[in-house]
C-alpha cells in the first residue's frame, strides 16, 4: 500500500510541472489580451490551452490514459453589443407655396408619405416648399441640401435646369422632373442627380420599341395637334421609330373649338387607304383620338401614350365605356390598370373628394411619390445598383458609382370592351 501511496506522489509532482508553465503561460496571455474584461472568456482560454496539452505527443504515464468521465461546460455570456446608426435625412422639395402646383405637390408628398408610412426604415424626412420661380426652387434646393443628406425634387422642369447650371447639386438628389426637353438645348446631368420623373417622351419611345420589334422596313404615321405635349411625344417616337431602321411620316392636325379640322380628316383617310401604314401613332389625348378614329376607321392599329387612358383605376367601374377605342393600345403605369399588381396593393389609394372622378394625372403624381421614397430609401442604404417592380412601373437604378442611369419600363394595355386592360408584356 505504501508502494502504491509514493507512486501516486511521484505521478501527482509530474503533472504539477507539466501543467504549471502551461498554465502560466496561458494566464501572462489572457492578462495582455484586451478580451480578458469580458466575463468568461479567462477560463475558456484555459481550457483551449489544456485541449492543445492533450493533443502534444508527450508521453504521459498509464494512469493518464484511463477514461474521464465528461467535463461540465457552463455556457459562456458575451454580451451584444449594437450600434445605431444616425437617421439618414432625406429632403422632399416641392413646390407647394405655387397656386397652379399646389395640387400635384400634395399628390407626390402623399405617395412619398404612404410608402414611408409602408416601410420608414431609419429615415427622417423634412419637408422643403418653394415656389415655382426658378430662383425660388434653387434657393429651397440649396436649404434642402445644407440639412440633409437626400435631396427629392424639385418638380419642375425650370428649377431642375436652374439647379444644374448654377452647380449647385451638393448632395444625392432624386429630381421628379425631366432635365431635356425636344427642341431645347441639352443639360448634362451631373453624376449625383438621378432624374426620374415622369416622361410622355420616354412613353413614346417605350411604344416605338414595343410595336417596332420584329419588324423591318415599316412606315408609320405620327399624329398630334400643336399641343407642345403632343408635338414632344410625336417627335420622340419618330426618332425612335427611324432608330429601328424604318419610316414615320409626322402630321399635326388642326383644331378648332375642340374639334379637328374635318377636311384635314377626309385627306388622311384618303391616304391611309392609300399608302397602307402599318400603323398610327397618336400624341392625343382620348377624346382627340375617338374623333380621329370616327373619322379614319379602325383598319390600321392606332397607338398612344398614357393620356389615351382618361379615368383613375378606381373610376373605370363607373365610367362609360369607350367602345370607339376598342383595339387602340398604349403604355400606362401599373397604379393604372393593374389593382392585383403586388406593389399597388401594398399602398392605400389618393384620398378624394365624395362622388367626384378621380384626375388620372394626379394619380399618376402620387404613384411617382411612392416610387421616389422607395428609390430614395434604397440610396439611403448604400444601394449602388438595383431594381424595383414599381408602381409607376419596372424600375431599374444605377446610382452613386460612375453615371447615374434610371430606366422605367411601363405596362402595355389595350382597350377591350370599352375599358383599358393590361397586356402580357411583349
Same mark, same amino acid.
Given at each position: 500500500?505504501?508502494? %502504491?501511496?509514493?507512486?501516486?506522489?511521484?505521478?501527482?509532482?509530474?503533472?504539477?510541472?507539466?501543467?504549471?508553465?502551461?498554465?502560466?503561460?496561458?494566464?501572462?496571455?489572457?492578462?495582455?489580451?484586451?478580451?480578458?474584461?469580458?466575463?468568461?472568456?479567462?477560463?475558456?482560454?484555459?481550457?483551449?490551452?489544456?485541449?492543445?496539452?492533450? *493533443?502534444?505527443?508527450?508521453?504521459?504515464?498509464?494512469?493518464?490514459?484511463?477514461?474521464?468521465?465528461?467535463?461540465?461546460?457552463?455556457?459562456?455570456?458575451?454580451?451584444?453589443?449594437?450600434?445605431?446608426?444616425?437617421?439618414?435625412?432625406? #429632403?422632399?422639395?416641392?413646390?407647394?407655396?405655387?397656386?397652379?402646383?399646389?395640387?400635384?405637390?400634395?399628390?407626390?408628398?402623399?405617395?412619398?408619405?404612404?410608402?414611408?408610412?409602408?416601410?420608414? +426604415?431609419?429615415?427622417?424626412?423634412?419637408?422643403?416648399?418653394? #415656389?415655382?420661380?426658378?430662383?425660388?426652387?434653387?434657393?429651397?434646393?440649396?436649404?434642402?441640401?445644407?440639412?440633409?443628406?437626400?435631396?427629392? +425634387?424639385?418638380?419642375?422642369?425650370?428649377?431642375?435646369?436652374?439647379?444644374?447650371?448654377?452647380?449647385?447639386?451638393?448632395?444625392?438628389?432624386?429630381?421628379?422632373?425631366?432635365?431635356?426637353?425636344?427642341?431645347?438645348?441639352?443639360?448634362?446631368?451631373?453624376?449625383?442627380?438621378?432624374?426620374?420623373?415622369?416622361?410622355?417622351?420616354?412613353?413614346?419611345?417605350?411604344?416605338?420599341?414595343?410595336?417596332?420589334?420584329?419588324?423591318?422596313? *415599316?412606315?408609320?404615321?405620327?399624329?398630334?395637334?400643336?399641343?407642345?405635349?403632343?408635338?414632344?411625344?410625336?417627335?420622340?417616337?419618330?426618332?425612335?421609330?427611324?432608330?429601328?431602321?424604318?419610316?414615320?411620316?409626322?402630321?399635326?392636325?388642326?383644331?378648332?373649338?375642340?374639334?379637328?379640322?374635318?377636311?384635314? =380628316?377626309?385627306?388622311?383617310?384618303?391616304?391611309?387607304?392609300?399608302?397602307?401604314?402599318?400603323?398610327?401613332?397618336?400624341? =392625343?389625348?382620348?377624346?382627340?383620338?375617338?374623333?380621329?378614329?370616327?373619322?379614319?376607321?379602325?383598319?390600321?392599329?392606332?397607338? +398612344?401614350?398614357?393620356?389615351?387612358?382618361?379615368?383613375?383605376?378606381?373610376?373605370?367601374? %363607373?365610367?362609360?365605356?369607350?367602345?370607339? =377605342?376598342?383595339?387602340?393600345?398604349?403604355?400606362?403605369?401599373?397604379?393604372?390598370?393593374?389593382?392585383?399588381?403586388?406593389?399597388?396593393?401594398?399602398?392605400?389609394? =389618393?384620398?378624394?373628394?365624395?362622388?367626384?372622378?378621380?384626375?388620372?394625372?394626379?394619380?399618376?403624381?402620387?404613384?411617382?411619390?411612392?416610387?421616389?421614397?422607395?428609390?430614395?430609401?434604397?440610396?439611403?442604404?448604400?444601394?449602388?445598383?438595383?431594381?424595383?417592380?414599381?408602381?409607376?412601373?419596372?424600375?431599374?437604378?444605377?446610382?452613386?458609382? +460612375?453615371?447615374?442611369?434610371?430606366?422605367?419600363?411601363?405596362?402595355?394595355?389595350?382597350?377591350?370592351? #370599352?375599358?383599358?386592360?393590361?397586356?402580357?408584356?411583349?
Amino acid at each position: 500500500m505504501l508502494g %502504491n501511496l509514493a507512486r501516486m506522489f511521484v505521478l501527482a509532482s509530474f503533472i504539477s510541472g507539466l501543467c504549471s508553465p502551461v498554465l502560466a503561460n496561458t494566464t501572462a496571455d489572457i492578462a495582455a489580451d484586451s478580451s480578458a474584461s469580458v466575463p468568461g472568456i479567462q477560463a475558456q482560454r484555459s481550457s483551449l490551452d489544456m485541449m492543445q496539452l492533450a *493533443q502534444t505527443d508527450l508521453a504521459l504515464p498509464e494512469a493518464m490514459s484511463a477514461p474521464l468521465d465528461d467535463p461540465i461546460v457552463e455556457p459562456i455570456e458575451v454580451p451584444v453589443i449594437t450600434t445605431r446608426l444616425p437617421p439618414v435625412r432625406i #429632403g422632399l422639395l416641392l413646390p407647394r407655396r405655387s397656386e397652379s402646383l399646389a395640387q400635384v405637390s400634395d399628390a407626390v408628398r402623399a405617395g412619398f408619405i404612404a410608402a414611408y408610412q409602408h416601410e420608414p +426604415g431609419n429615415i427622417v424626412i423634412n419637408f422643403v416648399e418653394t #415656389g415655382d420661380a426658378a430662383q425660388d426652387v434653387l434657393s429651397g434646393y440649396a436649404e434642402a441640401a445644407a440639412n440633409n443628406d437626400i435631396v427629392v +425634387g424639385p418638380l419642375t422642369r425650370s428649377g431642375a435646369t436652374a439647379i444644374v447650371q448654377n452647380h449647385a447639386v451638393t448632395k444625392p438628389t432624386i429630381t421628379l422632373t425631366q432635365l431635356n426637353a425636344a427642341g431645347e438645348a441639352e443639360v448634362k446631368v451631373p453624376t449625383s442627380m438621378l432624374v426620374m420623373g415622369l416622361s410622355i417622351e420616354d412613353e413614346a419611345r417605350q411604344v416605338a420599341n414595343w410595336v417596332g420589334k420584329n419588324r423591318t422596313r *415599316q412606315k408609320a404615321f405620327a399624329l398630334s395637334t400643336n399641343a407642345a405635349w403632343q408635338r414632344r411625344a410625336v417627335s420622340a417616337f419618330a426618332a425612335q421609330w427611324s432608330q429601328l431602321g424604318m419610316t414615320a411620316e409626322v402630321m399635326e392636325l388642326t383644331m378648332s373649338g375642340g374639334f379637328m379640322n374635318a377636311n384635314a =380628316l377626309v385627306q388622311l383617310k384618303k391616304r391611309i387607304q392609300t399608302e397602307k401604314p402599318a400603323l398610327i401613332f397618336v400624341g =392625343l389625348d382620348a377624346a382627340q383620338a375617338i374623333q380621329l378614329r370616327l373619322a379614319i376607321g379602325g383598319e390600321v392599329t392606332m397607338y +398612344g401614350i398614357s393620356q389615351l387612358n382618361p379615368f383613375a383605376l378606381d373610376d373605370w367601374a %363607373n365610367a362609360d365605356r369607350l367602345t370607339d =377605342l376598342e383595339g387602340v393600345r398604349l403604355v400606362d403605369m401599373p397604379w393604372q390598370l393593374q389593382p392585383d399588381h403586388a406593389a399597388v396593393m401594398a399602398y392605400p389609394r =389618393l384620398a378624394k373628394v365624395s362622388g367626384q372622378r378621380s384626375s388620372p394625372d394626379v394619380e399618376r403624381l402620387y404613384a411617382l411619390g411612392i416610387d421616389a421614397y422607395r428609390v430614395a430609401a434604397n440610396i439611403a442604404i448604400k444601394q449602388t445598383d438595383f431594381t424595383l417592380d414599381g408602381v409607376t412601373g419596372k424600375l431599374t437604378v444605377r446610382f452613386g458609382r +460612375g453615371a447615374p442611369y434610371f430606366e422605367r419600363v411601363l405596362q402595355p394595355a389595350t382597350y377591350r370592351e #370599352g375599358m383599358v386592360q393590361p397586356l402580357e408584356a411583349q
